[in-house]
C-alpha cells in the first residue's frame, strides 16, 4: 500500500463526488475491473499528491489533464508529480480532456494496449 498524506483525505472525497465530465467519462469506462479485470481507483492520494486514476495491479496512474496543464507553472508541477510517481514505480498517463470527451474509444483502446503489454511481462 502507498503510503500518503492525511490531509489529502477529505479533499479526495470532495473530487470523487466533483469529477470533470472528462474524468467521469473515463470512469464509466475503467470502473469495475471492466479492462482486463484490472481495479481501478479515482481521485487517489498517493504521497503529497491526489492523482485521477490509480490501477494498484499494474502500477498505473492515469492523469486527464484540461489545457492549463499545458502551461509553464502547471507543466513543471505536472513534471515534478510524474518524477515522484516515477520514483514509487508507478507509471504515468496523461490524456487531454478534451480528446478523453471526443475520442473516448480511441482513448480507452490505448489504455487496453498499453495494459495488455504491460501485463504480458508481469501478470496480476
Known amino acids: 500500500m502507498l503510503r ?3 490531509d489529502l483525505k477529505d479533499r479526495a472525497r470532495y473530487l470523487r463526488k466533483d469529477l470533470t465530465d472528462s474524468e467521469r467519462v473515463l470512469w464509466s469506462r475503467l470502473r469495475n475491473k471492466q479492462l482486463l479485470g484490472v481495479q481501478f ?3 487517489k492520494p498517493i504521497g503529497d499528491h491526489i492523482v485521477d486514476f490509480y490501477a494498484p495491479g499494474v502500477k498505473w496512474v492515469i492523469e486527464v489533464d484540461g489545457s492549463q496543464h499545458m502551461e509553464g507553472v502547471h507543466l513543471q508541477r505536472d513534471k515534478r508529480r510524474d518524477e515522484s510517481m516515477v520514483d514509487l514505480d508507478l507509471k504515468v498517463l496523461r490524456f ?3 480528446v478523453v470527451l471526443t475520442e473516448t474509444d480511441a482513448i480507452v483502446e490505448a489504455i487496453f494496449q498499453i495494459m495488455t503489454e504491460r501485463l504480458s511481462r ?3
Open 41 to 43: 481507483y479515482r481521485q
Open 122 to 124: 508481469n501478470p496480476l
Open 4 to 6: 500518503y498524506s492525511a
Open 96 to 98: 487531454d480532456s478534451r
